[in-house]
């Protein structure tokens, strides 16, 4: 960001595209964006959705080939829980290398299954245990790259393709959810009837497939430049610096000159403690070694993503409840669809991902353009107000589940099944499906948001690590989670009473715990509230 791009940083809302430098017309050259080659691009031959399909396809393939080797290794790692909070950025070079490494663990999970099954070698677990770990590592890699690299291939500055590339983040997740519903439906059938080597063999021979997708664009990928070629954390780390060192040195009652005293005042006012890194020692703005304004202000940008993001675990908090507790709640119920069809308890996760395949595109070309007539942004709506609408769905499905869980308990106790934990409630599974779409649209609205907001609001060389700021989220929310269940459960067992979270759900008490989530989500949306109001957005990117 520089001095003329801080005109547009807006005072709490977006600004419309009138606040940018004009396009010319016949201008078909793309801006800090190259080739393979390292030429200039153009935008008729490069990027847009004509490079985004390549990427896109890639997260359908990707979550295919990993999503069922999630869920197998989650009933042998459980008790380590290593793998949702792998959040590991690495930047564009290194793209290629992370999908090596998922395509690995999947080439060693198969190995390992292979031997097992057909030669009966008892391989050890700390292969398996390897494998998981090749998983964890390359997923933390290419998630935030992937998305980065997808978004880069439109141009911000241009009016059609800034409204495409918030469309862009709407479909990556599509697809992503398309991927895990073919994986839920397929591989469980696959690995559960026919043979785990194969179900392991398949999602590699898929990675495989993913590598040779990825190659297919190389000539239309747009690859961003960056405009300062000092590290950006090295950058950041000098206007911290700076500023603590001049935190007692006062500006000068006279600016020694007009430039220097637009150089002060352009710097807007949050984090004004960041403005002593303009200063020298002497309190002068008369020094080489001074920070620039465009440096303050990407610093300042990493600082207000903060209390963003503390206010979003609690959302994050819910959000692992739809692969823990529902799934335990819907394994007591009548699981049965249609006559001589029974849903597993592990696939009710499928009703998430139908709700989100039906309402992403509602959103895209029904929502958005209807809302973007009204408040004239390319997105209809501002990202945070996206956000802060999904935790509100959020929040109504954990009152959801509380109140069908309360159903559940009090069906199990008419019928004197309290004591029989394996006997099947009478009571069908479509009682769980309403939380279930509820958190669908709320990962639509709330996760799409987030990966937009994440995105656009860093520095232009981070933003795959503002998409790892996202992902950080998620992580950080099912730790909260278990930390949450593991104090409750010690709390609430004591003097010989049964836990919320005992074996025998008909004595637990998961509605107690989904009223306290739903709770927990209405104070973290009231602060998020207060810090989304005062949000002034950085704007140097994008129209």
Not at 196 to 213: D, Q, S
Not at 285 to 291: F, I, R, T
Not at 340 to 347: D, R
Not at 457 to 476: D, F, H, N, T
């Amino acid at each position: 960001m520089t001095i003329s791009h801080l005109s547009n940083i807006s005072s709490g809302t977006e600004r419309s595209s009138a606040a940018t430098p004009l396009i010319e017309a016949g201008d078909d050259s793309v801006n800090g964006s190259v080739d393979y080659k390292g030429n200039p691009v153009h935008r008729s031959t490069s990027g847009g959705w004509r490079s985004a399909s390549f990427i896109t396809v890639l997260v359908c393939v990707c979550s295919c080939g990993s999503c069922r080797e999630v869920c197998i290794f989650w009933d042998i790692f459980e008790p380590y829980n290593v793998l949702d909070g792998s959040s590991w950025s690495v930047h564009g070079q290194c793209r290629r290398q992370c999908e090596y490494v998922v395509w690995h663990g999947h080439v060693a999970a198969s190995f390992r299954s292979l031997c097992c099954r057909l030669f009966s070698w008892p391989l050890p677990d700390y292969y398996c245990r390897f494998s998981h770990l090749h998983l964890a590592f390359g997923q933390g890699g290419h998630k935030p790259c992937a998305l980065a690299f997808g978004a880069d291939q439109f141009d911000g500055q241009n009016p059609k393709e800034s409204k495409a590339k918030s469309s862009f983040f709407n479909w990556w997740y599509f697809y992503s959810s398309v991927g895990v519903n073919l994986t839920l439906v397929v591989m469980v059938y696959i690995q559960d009837n026919l043979s785990w080597a194969l179900g392991f063999g398949i999602p590699c021979i898929v990675m495989t497939t993913t590598l040779l997708i990825l190659l297919l664009g190389s000539r239309t990928y747009r690859y961003s430049v960056n405009g300062n070629e000092k590290n950006p954390f090295m950058r950041i780390g000098r206007v911290i610096h700076r500023a603590i060192r001049n935190r007692h040195t006062t500006p000068p009652s006279a600016m020694p000159g007009e430039e220097d005293a637009c150089q002060w005042h352009q710097s807007h006012e949050q984090f004004k403690f960041l403005n002593k890194a303009l200063l020298a020692p002497d309190g002068s703005l008369v020094d080489q070694n001074v920070c620039s304004v465009s440096d303050v202000e990407d610093t300042k940008a990493l600082l207000k993503l903060v209390p963003i993001w503390i206010t979003s675990l609690a959302y994050a908090t819910v959000f692992a409840q739809t692969t823990t507790f529902f799934t335990k709640q819907g394994a007591t119920l009548d699981r049965t669809i249609v006559s001589g069809f029974k849903i597993p308890a592990a696939s009710l996760q499928i009703f998430i991902g139908f709700a989100i395949i039906l309402f992403i595109p509602v959103y895209d070309r029904i929502v958005v353009p209807i809302s973007r007539g009204l408040t004239r942004k390319p997105s209809g709506i501002t990202m945070l107000q996206r956000i802060g609408t999904g935790m509100v769905f959020s929040a109504i499905s954990m009152v959801t589940a509380a109140l069908v869980e309360m159903k559940r308990l009090e069906t199990a106790k008419e019928h004197g099944l309290v004591d029989l934990p394996n006997v099947t409630v009478p009571m069908s599974i479509w009682w769980l499906v309403p939380q279930y779409i509820l958190c669908g649209i709320a990962d639509v609205l709330t996760i799409v948001g987030l990966q937009e907001f994440c995105y656009d609001q860093v520095p232009k060389e981070l933003r795959s690590l503002g998409i790892s700021l996202y992902l950080s989220i998620l992580g950080v929310g099912n730790f909260l989670s278990s930390f949450l269940v593991s104090v409750i459960d010690e709390a609430t067992s004591g003097d010989g009473q049964e836990s919320w979270f005992a074996n025998n759900l008909n004595r637990a008490h998961l509605d107690y715990f989904y009223w306290l989530l739903a709770g927990l989500s209405a104070v973290g949306f009231i602060a998020y509230l207060y810090f989304a109001r005062s949000y002034i957005y950085s704007r140097g990117n994008t129209i």
